[in-house]
């Protein structure tokens, strides 16, 4: 069972870190990412991590901004979010993958957490 949180609300500039436990370690062997859905969109991809943490990749839109890492000892995967943007307002959800690398298809990821809700003030 994953578990997101770390959301809330921030100025623009801010910064925050997501986490993503996982109690049943149903990712410890696979590949993780972050997703975000904000109101009237569809849901995209923001970042997303190998099993290991030796491959990452980001969406065009937050590179240089989100760092995503992991902590195997721990089950968790983090999400730091720095210089937040208003158009980084939107719920976000974590998800494991089926497999050991990393994804940017949402359809690659069986597992989901419930979201945590990030606002960014202007």
């Known amino acids: 069972q994953l578990q997101a949180s770390g959301g809330g609300l921030v100025q623009a500039g801010g910064s925050l870190r997501l986490s993503c436990a996982d109690s049943?370690?149903?990712?410890?062997?696979?590949?993780v990412g972050w997703f975000r859905q904000a109101p009237g969109k569809e849901r995209e991809i923001v970042a997303a991590?190998?099993?290991?943490?030796?491959?990452?990749t980001y969406s065009d839109s937050v590179k240089g901004r989100f760092t995503i890492s992991r902590d195997r000892s721990k089950n968790t995967v983090y999400l730091q979010m720095d210089n937040l943007k208003p158009e980084d307002t939107a719920v976000y959800y974590c998800a494991a993958g089926r497999g050991s690398a990393t994804s940017t298809r949402a359809s690659s990821y069986p597992y989901w957490g419930q979201g945590t809700l990030v606002t960014v003030s202007s």
């Open positions: 991590i190998s099993w290991n943490g030796g491959s990452t």
């Open positions: 049943r370690r149903t990712f410890s062997n696979n590949g």
